[in-house]
């Protein structure tokens, strides 16, 4: 098995499942806790329509995703503050649309869209330098903010009229998670694909939660159980030859069933007990 870690493209791989499990374990602890899961989703699946916009004007796909996307998590959480209109409604609208824009820029594209699969479904067999220094330059955006502002972003998330009581506006904070948020996304597309981040944002944070509460903690398993699940997928992915994604998302369901199963098992023998 470690012969597969001799070739160029494995190892891109392998420091890819690492900075993507760091990535989704912050900022998805933040999003479970904050339950945002819904707003992720909606980020993700509007970024195909940078990824059209991409393919329609031969441009590079991470550049416009990101951009696009950037400005998707900027809208929804105006949207949801200034316009008056429920979170779920700006985000149902945002997320259509930005499907719609890729779809159409897709089929306007001439010629194939050429590694659109990848994008959609993840194969992190593809990952590039530049991906790696893309998705490591986000990573280290995200660990110096949230140590920066970790305490700001705890009130702000459990208890927002405490912060407004001692007069701290977490408006910009919100406003950079978001950014922070869609930026991860499209740092993890070519591990998980468009379809499945929100999984990979949501799973093994709901693993850790098994264990612990506090915030800290659960970034720490998250990103445990995240690199786990990415290593084990990208080995069990190039055997089956199949998207790494899909087989990355579902060893994650499988740990939480297990790990839910046995926790649950452990109460019914305390309660006979």
Known sequence: MLELFSYQFMQNAFIGSILVSILCGIIGSYIVVTRKVLISGSI???SFGGIGIAFLLNMPPLLCASIFSVIVAVLIQWMSKHLKMRED??????????MAIGVIAIYL?????????????????????????????????LIIFFTLFYKTILYGAFDSEYMKTRGVSTKIIDYLLMVLLA??????????????????????QECASIFVKKLKF?????IVISLIASILGLIISFYLNVPSGPIIILL??????????????KIQIKKRT
């Open 109 to 141: 594209a001439p010629g194939y869209a050429k590694d659109l699969g990848s994008y959609l479904f993840g194969n992190i067999l593809t990952l590039s330098s530049s991906d790696l220094f893309f998705s490591a330059s986000i990573m280290i955006l």
């Open 183 to 204: 930026l991860t996304i499209i740092a993890s597309l070519r591990l998980i694909g468009i379809i499945l981040i929100v999984a990979m944002l949501t799973i093994p």
């Open 252 to 265: 994650l369901i499988l740990f939480y069933s297990i790990l839910k199963g046995l926790f649950l098992l």
């Open 89 to 98: 409604s700006a985000i149902g609208m945002i997320w259509a649309c930005g």
């Open 44 to 46: 993700s699946h509007a």
């Open 218 to 222: 659960m970034i720490y398993y998250s």
